[in-house]
């Protein structure tokens, strides 16, 4: 027999009473107060009322019974209903790699655009300048190259997937459990797991070893919560399924909802032997817990795979674009534009010409027989093909190689390494790198991203007297607590002087502060190896146990009605008459015992809000007085320091009192109706009049540099967000402590913001802008707020304009406004919405940064993912765009990263623009003296070379190398991040200076060229000549250019500037030969030309005329213009101070209607701890001795024959 099963009347129908009580405390509010072997009425009117949605029906042991539900898929195609347990997350496979990828790219203008002049060039080879592989290559080559780079990422999520399929898990085969991989489980499998394990699937928890078939289970991987949460098997399983034969013929069917993605939820019925049972989220262990403190439960799969409820939240894989990318694609819809319209009006004056020769020239026959129409239509397309080099590919090609490379630059900073993991930063995707320049949101998970998830003891008030650690010289010293064997290593706060006083056992408040400590606490311990371990609901409640444990005070052992406490040596035992659990409306816990002397105290520890009410005011003598004002003092102390505090408080209580009091606590635990608030009255009328005793602090300790990360994107003007599953006080108290909120700031709360909302509405004025003030939420005023912006609208209502679009819009323009923004409680689905709501209402930037699979939906929705390899998996990298070690490094990856990204990018397609149309529009000029006939003017090795060899290394080098400022100068200098955000390097405006600059430069390089050889016989007055002086003043011009925008100077920079040159001149020089002329005329025509022209001293004049021109006018508009620049900021100051003041505010009294109380964040989880568990029973052990004869857990090959305890 399992432990605590005994058949006794009295156990069973205790245990009966108690069963409302055990499931999670997460579904209270959902579950009605009934038995699970019952079902109350509320429940099966719910469950009739859903009945229609309740159609997933498994069985359990029976795969032939649930292969034979199908869906259908598209007509007549029908499929298995039920997924396997096989996961991916990959956006690619073997077959939809290549058409899904061509897809993905031809998404882009600019592919569609070489597409098309490849096309045209193929159809009509005879009017094509080049011909029409000369762009296809190149185009097959930026094809190649995208496709790689996606092709990698997606084999990383392939490898990330097989890992987690391929993991092992306990599965029944025949009447055995054998190892299998998880991708073998299907729906009505029975598994086992152990200690540690993680779950594979949505689980139904059948029995466990645990007393009542308990198990334990760490969530952090799915909601960021790391106290424990328990679940339990319904109570028909934990009797029947006693061991493996009868598991093996176990045939219950479950009936439920569909798979959905609602985590905390789940409703549903099982079916066996003709009865019905109730099913809720307490019963289910979900795909990603992992099992703790429990040596070994039984479940069967209810959903698995992509049906499970986290791979429900983790969201589709989405094409990130950056904004350039976007603006890239208008402007080369723009450059089409400007290029059919050219070329349209040069057709015009080719046919204007062809009119008038034929007019003039009637008598030369016609050597084709195309009509003039016909001829101005091919010149047409001729020309397309000869400007299309106004957008040239080899800048696409360039623009990879330096994404690559700022990639590569983030993988190798050792500034980003972080040694104690041994793990340094990656980029992920390498196309996303422009983007970290520009981000303006940051939507941060808290647990495990922000803070350490590690809770200390900080500090103390005890009797108004505040003890803080000693100083690390002390420390060193000498182990304070060596008298103590007991004592816990791990814990660093030592104070010599409270130590002294507690070990000379005189002062009657230090006592009962620790023992406070010691008794008033639902801890679980276990001795292992002659040590103990706690198993707390919190993180907290473990912290507080050990300090009174090092402090002399050490809880060892708990029955049902006791607590054994070893004080300072002495052990002594507290019977247990009455255990007030924690909730989220009593923000307090009480335990009241009978000491070993027979006196009967009750202990309490609660937030100081509700504490201090609770106190004795009457017959207060002047000394309690004081010490009251002095712990209100430390509080403001402590809460100033963002310390996670707790009142401690206790009183004597008379025998007489106690006897009363019980009767009425009895009757209330026995209701049917009003339960909890009858016992919440109950636990009222015994918690007056306290005497109180002191202070406890504890530190959520935040990452290293997380404070300083914070203040800098403050100053970057990022706005900080945070999302996370964790309590309202919880997450405002990390707000505090990493500096987003202030005690100067406006919180503004769900009742706040719905009737600001309100308001605005009826008087159709906008909302004010709310300087100073910051937001909190909850994940159910996300979900009212989703549902009212998504609920049908009336028939006559105006789309995107209704109430409910406004308050979803209103809303996102209200937060927007606040300087923070903390949401509590949200769900992973509701994480990504938030994400999913900015990038509807505003083009920003935003990134999204977690560590776990909670964040993962938010990671992928946001434009930029982030992950950090944390304590909660690997999940949040695997799905991220980058990958950190700390929170802090973030600072860097954009002020330094970032910046340099998209400073570089963006100066380097400013210049490649500008060269470009300073070397191709030249061609225009050109028409309009070659008759319209689109002959190219350059050479074709000109043409071919200029922008794969003779400009790409300075370019290469300004997009990989140049620095504006250093990387030490980024970090200290916030501000210089806001360019980014408010798209000045490159935007519209940039894009028309850099054409107007490349027209002006070829203006000026064709017609002084023209000028000076007009009407001349000499160098120039040939066609070849001509073409090669503007060649080489077009190339050194644009040399000049690049030489005055670059900032960063090294070696580099001047041999880029070199070899550039170097390949011009040896090109030249050899495709100008005469033994490459003798081998094909056609090809290289252009025989001896620069030769000749450069030994001319007349025309190194005119090259040196250009380039001068060109070059002083631009350089002096520059130097004006930064002169003028420096006494702009001064103005600037005082228009935004007058801005300022005109900005219109929220009234003080409009949202704070009462002063505000001390902010107060207690140390407490966010749901109901295990007291309830311990007075009845249910979770504590029993010995053998006195409870019967427990089997021993035996091996599989025994299971077979003979009963295995679970």
Request: with cysteine.
């Amino acid at each position: 027999m399992r432990p605590g099963m005994e058949g006794t009347p009295g156990r069973r129908g205790a245990r009966k009473r108690c069963l409302f009580k055990l499931s999670s405390p997460e579904s209270h509010e959902r579950r009605s107060e009934s038995s699970t072997d019952g079902g109350s009425l509320g429940y099966g009117e719910d469950f009739q009322k859903n009945n229609s949605a309740f159609s997933w029906e498994v069985k359990a042991n029976d795969r032939t019974y649930n292969n034979q539900f199908k869906e259908r898929i598209f007509l007549f195609w029908r499929r298995k209903k039920y997924k396997d347990n096989k996961i991916c997350t990959a956006k690619y496979n073997f077959f939809s790699f290549l058409p899904l990828n061509l897809y993905e790219q031809f998404h882009r203008v600019s592919n569609l655009y070489f597409l098309f002049i490849i096309i045209l060039q193929g159809v009509f080879p005879d009017i094509s300048t080049m011909p029409w592989f000369t762009l296809l290559a190149p185009l097959i080559c930026l094809l190649v190259i995208r496709a790689i780079r996606d092709l990698v990422d997606d084999i990383g999520r392939h490898r990330s997937d097989r890992i987690v399929n391929n993991r092992p898990c306990q599965m029944l085969v025949g009447e055995s459990f054998l190892c299998k991989k998880w991708e073998d489980l299907r729906v009505g499998d029975l598994i086992r797991l152990h200690d540690d394990n993680v779950v594979p699937a949505d689980v139904l928890l059948l029995a466990s070893t645990e007393p009542s078939s308990l198990c334990y289970v760490e969530t952090a991987d799915i909601d960021g919560e790391t106290n424990l949460k328990y679940r339990q098997a319904p109570i028909v399983t934990h009797h029947e399924l006693n061991n493996v034969t009868s598991m093996a013929s176990f045939q219950g069917k479950v009936v439920c909802e569909e798979p959905n993605s609602r985590m905390h939820y789940f409703m549903g019925r099982l079916e066996w032997e003709g009865k019905k049972y109730p099913l809720d989220s307490g019963n289910i262990l979900l795909r990603g817990c992992k099992i703790r403190n429990t040596d070994t439960c039984y479940g069967m799969v209810i959903y698995a795979g992509v049906d499970t409820k986290i791979m429900r939240n983790c969201g589709k894989i989405y094409l990130k674009r950056t904004k350039m990318d976007q603006l890239m694609n208008r402007l080369v819809i723009l450059i089409f534009m400007f290029v059919v319209l050219i070329s349209m009006a040069l057709t015009l004056g080719f046919w204007s010409n062809v009119t008038k020769f034929k007019v003039k020239h009637y008598y030369i026959p016609e050597k084709h027989m195309y009509s003039v129409i016909s001829k101005s239509f091919f010149m047409f397309l001729s020309f397309l093909i000869l400007l299309s080099v106004m957008m040239p590919m080899a800048m696409f090609i360039i623009a990879e190689f330096i994404y690559l490379g700022n990639s590569i630059f983030i993988d190798w900073d050792n500034e980003m390494y972080y040694e104690p993991q041994d793990m340094s930063a990656k980029a992920r995707s390498t196309s996303l790198n422009v983007q970290l320049g520009q981000v303006e949101y940051i939507f941060s998970d808290k647990t495990g991203t922000l803070t350490q998830n590690i809770m200390t003891f900080k500090k103390c008030c005890i009797d108004g007297i505040v003890y803080d650690p000693d100083e690390e010289d002390a420390l060193h010293k000498e182990n304070a607590f060596l008298w103590n064997k007991f004592a816990d290593g791990k814990l660093l706060f030592q104070n010599v002087k409270l130590l002294s006083t507690v070990r000379e056992n005189k002062d009657r408040v230090v006592q009962e502060f620790w023992r406070l400590l010691a008794v008033c606490h639902t801890v679980m311990v276990e001795e292992k190896d002659n040590q103990l371990f706690y198993q707390a609901a919190s993180p907290d409640e473990e912290a507080l146990v050990t300090a009174a444990r090092n402090f002399g005070y050490v809880f060892l052992a708990r029955t049902q009605d006791s607590i054994t406490v070893m004080e300072l040596g002495e052990e002594r035992v507290y019977k247990v008459l009455a255990m007030m659990d924690f909730n989220s409306i009593r923000k307090r816990m009480s335990v009241l015992v009978r000491n070993p002397e027979g006196y009967i105290y009750l202990y309490t520890k609660g937030a100081d809000t509700v504490i201090f009410d609770r106190l004795r005011r009457k017959d207060l003598y002047k000394k309690e007085q004081a010490m009251q004002r002095a712990t209100e003092e430390a509080l403001s102390s402590f809460a100033e320091e963002t310390l996670r505090t707790l009142c401690l408080a206790y009183k004597k209580v008379d025998e007489d009192i106690y006897e009363e009091w019980r009767h009425r606590h009895e009757e209330a635990t026995i209701l049917l109706q009003n339960r909890a608030q009858a016992l919440h009255q109950v636990y009222e009328e015994m918690e007056q009049n306290l005497q109180l005793l002191g202070v406890t602090a504890i530190e959520d300790k935040l990452q290293n540099g997380v404070l300083e990360t914070i203040q800098s994107f403050k100053k970057g003007n990022i706005k900080v967000w945070v999302l996370t599953g964790d309590k309202q006080e919880t997450a405002v108290n990390i707000g505090f402590a990493c500096q987003l909120l202030s005690e100067d700031m406006r919180i503004l709360d769900e009742e706040d913001i719905r009737p600001l909302m309100e308001a605005c509405r009826e008087t159709c004025s906008k909302l004010p802008h709310v300087r100073m003030a910051a937001m909190v939420v909850t994940g159910e005023f996300l979900d009212q707020l989703v549902k009212s912006a998504t609920r049908m609208k009336p028939k006559n209502s105006i789309p995107l304009r209704g109430p409910e679009v406004w308050r979803e819009r209103a809303f996102v323009e209200l937060a927007s406004k606040c300087q923070a923004v903390i949401c509590c409680r949200v769900t992973p689905k509701q994480k990504a919405l938030i994400v999913r709501l900015v990038k509807k209402y505003y083009n920003v930037v935003t990134l999204a940064i977690g560590d776990g699979a909670n964040d993962v939906n938010m990671i992928k929705t946001a434009d930029i993912g982030v992950g950090l390899a944390g304590q909660e998996g690997m999940q949040a990298v695997q799905n991220s765009d980058y990958m950190l070690a700390q929170f802090c490094f973030l600072r860097r990856l954009l002020f330094v990263h970032g910046r340099w990204s998209y400073m570089r990018v963006c100066k380097f397609l400013r210049y490649f623009i500008y060269k470009t149309l300073a070397i191709m529009t030249v061609q225009i000029w050109f028409a309009f003296y070659s008759g319209f006939t689109a002959q190219p003017l350059y050479e074709g090795w000109f043409l071919a070379l200029f922008n794969l060899l003779y400009t790409t290394l300075p370019v290469l080098y300004i997009g990989l190398f140049e620095q504006d400022v250093s990387d030490e100068q980024s970090l200290e200098l916030p501000q210089l991040y806001i360019a980014g955000q408010k798209d000045e390097f490159f935007n519209y405006w940039v894009f028309f200076q850099a054409i107007a600059h490349g027209l002006t430069t070829s203006l000026v390089n064709f017609f002084m060229t023209l000028w000076i050889s007009h009407d001349t016989i000499g160098p120039l007055s040939d066609y070849q000549s001509f073409a090669t002086v503007m060649a080489l003043s077009g190339l050194l011009s644009v040399t000049m250019e690049v030489i005055l925008i670059i900032k960063y100077w090294t070696v580099l920079s001047v041999l880029a500037i070199f070899f550039s040159l170097c390949f011009y001149v040896v090109i030249t020089w050899t495709s100008q030969s005469f033994w490459l002329f003798a081998m094909s005329p056609k090809t290289f025509p252009f025989l001896y030309v620069d030769r000749n022209v450069m030994s001319h001293p007349s025309i190194l004049l005119v090259v040196l005329l250009n380039v001068s021109l060109n070059t002083l006018p631009v350089l002096a508009f520059r130097v004006i213009y930064q002169a003028l620049r420096q006494l702009r900021p001064k103005e600037e100051e005082v228009e935004e101070e007058e801005k300022e003041e005109e900005v219109m505010e929220i009234p003080t009294e409009e949202i704070i209607t009462a002063p505000r109380a001390r902010r107060s964040s207690y140390a407490f989880s966010h749901q109901e701890g295990y007291a309830h568990l311990i007075t009845q029973g249910t979770i504590l052990r029993r010995s053998p001795g006195a409870h019967g004869q427990m089997n021993p857990m035996q091996s599989d090959e025994e299971l077979s024959t003979s009963f295995d305890v679970i």
